[in-house]
């Protein structure tokens, strides 16, 4: 029996279409995966489902009743709960405040804190979250933060919940926490509609896949009957065996390192780390999340207080601050990109022009910026990197994740890097656009770019990098490249740290 059912629903925004009569349905106790690649509709579906948006054609139906005038509160009275990628805590309130917003016990106008937290606690450790419910949100870690977002989700106790791109921050136990969540839902009678980029989550989770492609339904399938490969093709409507591009091909000569790091330490981060990032090769930092690969791509753009000696083209290097960095041609593009990597309420054209002022600027007169240069800049770098946007002026907040995340990657390369520090490059983005990643990341290193990455993808580090250097507390245990680099001998030294590799 269907608990939700969308029947040929259509809807547009400003005269563009992203949703044709789509038709699907979820069933009581089961787990439907929503599939496509970004732009593709899925998060519009969502939208409608949580009463954001409403259709312009077709109903949606909640135990076979037709929903009239919906909207979140409704939803959400109904028992319909989402998490998103982008998180919606107050970084300053503490994890039980944040848990339980507009439900706090009061007495005399006085927040019961003691007891907020003693109900909460429950709730953390359904989600597996160990941490004290009085501390501030904004002090844990993205995936903790992720974390908290499910246990304010399973408050309402939900007949029916959303994951959207839910698990992209977490490590490999986080996301087992949340499909424990998950089958625990199932088999009490709930529902769950998730939506993932991770391709291997969603054969692990879910009963039924549901494609999305330009808006439309191509297909629905059950999770026994189908496997990756038709999926994508459904998705993407060719064959992906040329996901990741060619690797470096082994030199008998020694090139120099455009950067060398020696006893690299971060306090609270990582302690005596080395590093070599060669030209021409694309070196990953491997591991569980949380082992120290953040701060090292934070210190070596000076981002990060640090001790230890760093090194640039064989002359030592002091990197206090980004400005150090970009001077030094060191480019990099951080984990989240809506905060870090780009200002979201900027247009595609100011973010492209912000970091190549010298460019688009008139010599020494930097407050004036000449529009046909600019304009030309502009016009090049969506090109060049197929940004699919309405228009320059479009807001980056507009764009899907695959075409922000290519707006974060397109901005430096005007500045032509000699060292690129990319920070979970692929995190939330669909596989055809992590392919177009892949290819032009192998193309920087072609041209002489050194490359680093981190990446919580084992299938990625493996695919993508020369060498993969995983770590654990904080400190290299293990180097893997050719033959070695496989993804067994990556989750085994990720986990083993005794199994060290000088």
Request: aromatic residues 2%.
């Amino acid at each position: 029996m269907a608990l939700l059912t969308v029947d040929r629903v259509s809807k547009s925004f400003a005269g563009n279409r992203v949703l044709h009569e789509v038709s699907f349905d979820v069933r009581a106790g089961e787990v439907l995966a929503l599939v496509g690649e970004n732009g593709a509709g899925k998060s519009t579906v969502l939208s409608l489902i949580t009463g954001m948006q409403a259709p312009d054609a077709g109903e949606l139906r909640l135990d076979g009743e037709p929903l009239r005038a919906w909207s979140p509160l409704r939803a959400r009275a109904a028992g319909i709960s989402s998490v998103h990628q982008e998180l919606s805590l107050n970084p300053h309130q503490t994890v039980a405040e944040n848990v339980f917003l507009g439900q706090w016990p009061a007495r005399r106008g006085l927040v019961l804190g003691r007891d907020l937290a003693r109900r909460a606690r429950p709730l953390l450790e359904r989600v597996g979250l160990d941490v004290d419910p009085r501390t501030r949100a904004g002090r844990l870690s993205l995936g903790q933060q992720q974390l908290v977002e499910l246990a304010k989700a399973l408050v309402c106790a939900p007949r029916l919940l959303i994951l959207d791109e839910a698990t992209s921050a977490l490590d490999d136990d986080q996301v087992q926490a949340v499909f424990r969540v998950v089958r625990e839902l199932r088999a009490a009678g709930s529902s769950v509609v998730t939506v993932s980029h991770r391709m291997a989550e969603l054969f692990a989770i879910s009963d039924r896949l549901t494609v999305l492609k330009d808006g439309a339904v191509m297909a629905t399938r059950d999770r026994a009957g189908t496997d990756h490969d038709d999926i994508v093709r459904l998705m993407i409507g060719r064959e992906l065996s040329d996901l990741f591009p060619a690797k470096a091909a082994p030199t008998k000569a020694a090139t120099a390192p455009a950067l060398r790091a020696r006893g690299l330490t971060v306090p609270g981060g990582c302690a005596g780390v080395d590093l070599e990032l060669t030209p021409g090769r694309i070196l990953g930092l491997g591991g569980l999340q949380g082992q120290g690969q953040r701060a090292v791509l934070r210190a070596l753009f000076g981002l990060a207080r640090h001790g230890g000696e760093i090194e640039l083209a064989g002359r030592p290097a002091k990197l206090s601050s980004p400005r150090e960095a970009i001077r030094a041609r060191i480019a990099y593009v951080p984990e989240d990109r809506k905060v870090e990597g780009l200002h979201v309420a900027q247009s595609v054209r100011a973010n492209l022009a912000l970091t190549n002022l010298d460019t688009v600027a008139p010599a020494r007169r930097l407050t004036t910026v000449d529009r046909n240069a600019e304009a030309g800049l502009v016009a090049d770098l969506i090109d060049r990197m197929r940004i699919k946007a309405a228009s320059p002026s479009q807001e980056a907040r507009r764009l899907s994740g695959g075409n922000q995340q290519k707006v974060a990657l397109a901005r430096w390369l005007p500045s032509e890097p000699r060292v690129l520090l990319l920070a979970e490059p692929t995190r939330g983005i669909d596989v055809g656009t992590k392919r177009e990643i892949y290819h032009l990341l192998r193309r920087l290193a072609d041209d002489g770019v050194a490359v680093l990455v981190t990446s919580g993808d084992t299938m990625e580090l493996v695919g993508l990098c020369d060498e993969v250097a995983v770590m654990y507390e904080g400190a290299v245990v293990e180097r893997l490249a050719g033959g070695d680099l496989t993804e067994e001998r990556l989750v085994r030294a990720s986990v083993n740290p005794a199994v060290t590799h000088a």
